[in-house]
């Protein structure tokens, strides 16, 4: 079992910057898959990046060159640093996690933090 808290969610202008961090308690171990999803209303849920135990991240290509997923394996905490916002990126973001050594973001992930909202205006 696993706990996820989020928090960095907010209001910023197209072009701008957020942090988004998610701190996990709980049964954590290095097997512990976490990732970013995101939804817009009307849309579907997207996996916007997932990281696995070396650090390798898979990133969705709409994202690609302008957010940076991290861990801080000592507090347990992961970020997603996202520069250079678009409209598009406007959305209810929510950190995830499983269980299993496969980081994916098609992979089935059933832990779920409450969600922090980004808006982007122009």
């Known amino acids: 079992q696993v706990q996820l808290v989020e928090s960095g969610g907010g209001s910023v202008q197209a072009g701008g910057s957020l942090r988004l961090s998610c701190t996990a308690s709980?049964?954590?171990?290095?097997?512990?898959?976490m990732g970013w999803f995101r939804q817009a209303p009307g849309k579907e849920r997207e996996g916007v990046v997932a990281?696995?135990?070396?650090?390798?991240?898979d990133y969705a290509d709409s994202v690609k060159g302008r957010f940076t997923i991290s861990k801080d394996n000592a507090k347990n905490t992961l970020y997603l640093q996202m520069n250079s916002l678009k409209l598009e990126d406007t959305a209810m973001y929510y950190c995830?996690?499983?269980?299993?050594?496969?980081?994916?973001?098609?992979?089935?992930?059933?832990?779920w933090g409450q969600g922090t909202q980004v808006t982007v205006s122009s």
């Open positions: 709980g049964y954590v171990n290095s097997w512990l898959c």
């Open positions: 990281i696995d135990s070396d650090g390798s991240a």
């Open positions: 995830t996690a499983r269980y299993g050594s496969t980081c994916r973001r098609s992979s089935a992930y059933n832990y």
